[in-house]
């Protein structure tokens, strides 16, 4: 059975654009299998209950001054 996809887009600055090709190419990958890599490895830790606090630093964190959707500490 073929399961379907569709694409999603992030916006990514030209530095980090580069950055990622570089991991990639050092992988001996292509910059989407590693994003995709990353997408889930981050999907899974919050499946399985990891917190923001687990996931960033501190300072990520307190740098994130959205009103919505920030969780509590």
Known sequence: ?????????IKLDP???KRIKQAAASL?????????K?????LHRVEHGS????LLNEGEIDADNRPLNR???
Do not use: N
């Not at 990353?38 to 981050?42: M, S």
């Not at 917190?51 to 687990?54: D, G, P, R, V």
């Open 1 to 9: 059975m073929r399961v379907s996809s569709s694409t999603s887009g």
């Open 15 to 17: 530095s980090t654009r």
């Open 28 to 36: 001996d990958r292509t910059p989407h299998w590693f994003m995709k």
């Open 38 to 42: 990353a997408v889930l490895y981050w």
């Open 51 to 54: 917190s923001a606090s687990e």
């Open 71 to 73: 969780q509590k500490l």
